[in-house]
């Protein structure tokens, strides 16, 4: 059973275009993670949310947590090439525990 | 501040052999984790040390899999014998005691022949 959903599990899109990535669950979570892996290389860390509606903003990316940390969104403008790569949304019922969901590849080109 | 370390980065070997996959974290993270990451998945728990003992290794494949951290600081994993459904990427993590945030390594490329 795959506790974290996310979608779409493939994106391709051309560069300059605005695109969003869900997280959806059924569980809530003390906070939701956000991690973007190149091949070859291990996810790397973009943001932490732990309340309810809290939105984080990294440069063209923003992210949202549900108001009943259950889901989260992750809406990326203007992409750029340099933004391919899968994204993991992985969420924390208690520090030190992660459960990952199976990612969205995102392809940009150019 | 010096990242997770991993090696080897790739390894090919035949059904049935023996393989160790080496890690150092962070320095000062007490939390040590290993996760599969089979292709088109994300990645899952193998199991997470805190110092030098076992908190989590319900999902370790016990019969093949084993995993240590003797001192508190690297960690090994193994995997005796392999199998073909074992070709996967490997990858350690490491965090500290009081937060959410976990870094990766850049893994373990693992492809059972």
């Known amino acids: 059973t795959q506790l974290l959903e996310q979608s779409p599990q493939f994106l391709s899109i051309q560069e300059g275009e605005n695109l969003t990535v869900y997280c959806n669950s059924s569980?809530?979570?003390?906070?939701l993670q956000w991690y973007r892996q190149e091949p070859g290389e291990g996810p790397v860390l973009l943001v932490t949310v732990v309340t309810g509606g809290e939105v984080k903003k990294l440069k063209r990316l923003t992210f949202q947590f549900g108001d009943a940390r259950k889901d989260s969104s992750l809406h990326i403008t203007a992409a750029q090439p340099g933004d391919t790569g899968l994204y993991l949304c992985?969420?924390?019922?208690?520090?030190?525990?992660?459960?990952f969901g199976a990612g969205t590849i995102l392809r940009v080109k150019s | 501040e010096a990242g997770v370390a991993q090696s080897p980065r790739y390894k090919i070997i035949e059904k049935r052999q023996s393989v160790a996959f080496w890690c150092n974290p962070i320095s000062g993270h007490a939390t040590l984790y290993w996760y599969q990451q089979i292709l088109g998945q994300g990645p899952k728990l193998l199991i997470q040390f805190q110092n030098n003992g076992v908190v989590d290794d319900s999902q370790l494949p016990k019969d093949r899999f084993s995993a240590e951290r003797l001192k508190g600081v690297d960690s090994t994993l193994k995997i005796q014998p392999a199998k073909l459904e074992d070709s996967a990427v490997y990858l350690c993590?490491?965090?500290?005691?009081?937060?959410?945030?976990?870094?990766f390594g850049p893994g373990t490329r693992l492809t059972v022949t």
């Open positions: 992985a969420g924390a019922r208690t520090v030190n525990k992660l459960v």
């Open positions: 993590a490491s965090s500290s005691s009081q937060t959410y945030e976990q870094y």
């Open positions: 569980s809530v979570f003390s906070s």
